[in-house]
């Protein structure tokens, strides 16, 4: 019956009444009948002391210290008092006057509420109605080549015309050593001389020693869009 009252709190109903038989225990072992009280009377407070224990230090979704937890509780009751006395909702340093604390351990410990319980990454997101994960941006494989691009851009910029051209034909506009040589007017060999003269060229000036900087997979001609 105890249990009952903490359902609804993200807590599955088997593993509040495992709580509360374990507080019926600690109760009938600290049980003193010489002192003329009823069991019951003693049990209760035991029972709801052990689920509310619980809840204190197993029902947070994130880890949150013990002291900011206590300190959390201080801070609801304070501002209920202070709320009545003021009329209005009290502020900050207020709230720190009251309880003995600095205004940063108040806000830390009001922050510390959204850590008590997490939304599902399925649930309706603010847009559209659309769930929460499909507004989270997925991992970009090419992030660690950015700086690399940004480097292979003031390279390809300085290039010859035709040497820059050849390139982003051949890595941007993936046409063939064939195609290219039709674009500009030479023979598909000095297409195929060039790419990789420049090619190398590039590398050198990067000074890399690996074909990872400047290779058809990493695209060197998109830094010229």
């Keep these: 019956m105890i249990a009952r009252r903490f359902q609804g709190r993200g807590e599955a109903q088997d593993d509040l009444q495992q709580v509360a038989l374990l507080g019926l225990l600690k109760a009938i072992d600290r049980f003193d009948p010489e002192r003329g009280v009823r069991f ?26 013990r002291s900011v937890q206590e300190l959390r509780s201080e801070i609801k009751i304070a501002i209920s008092h202070l709320t009545q006395e003021l009329g209005r909702s009290p502020k900050v340093h207020e709230i720190a006057n009251r309880v003995g604390c600095h205004a940063e351990q108040v806000l830390e410990a009001l922050d510390a509420r959204t850590a ?18 499909d507004g989270l941006g997925a991992s970009d494989r090419e992030i660690e080549t950015v700086v690399d691009r940004i480097e292979v851009q003031d390279l390809l910029a300085a290039l010859p015309p035709r040497e820059r051209r050849i390139l982003v034909l051949r890595f941007f506009g993936s046409l063939t050593q064939s195609e290219i040589a039709r674009h500009v007017g030479v023979s598909q060999m000095h297409v195929s001389r060039l790419i990789t003269e420049t090619l190398a060229r590039l590398r050198e000036q990067l000074g890399a020693d690996n074909d990872e900087v400047v290779s058809p997979q990493h695209d060197p001609a998109r830094g010229l869009a």
């Design 116 to 133: 008590y319980r997490s939304d599902s990454l399925d649930a309706p997101g603010s847009i559209d109605d659309a769930a929460v994960i």
């Design 40 to 65: 019951s009377t003693f049990a209760v407070p035991t029972i709801v002391g052990e689920l509310k224990r619980h809840f204190r230090d197993k029902g947070w979704m994130v880890r949150v210290p």
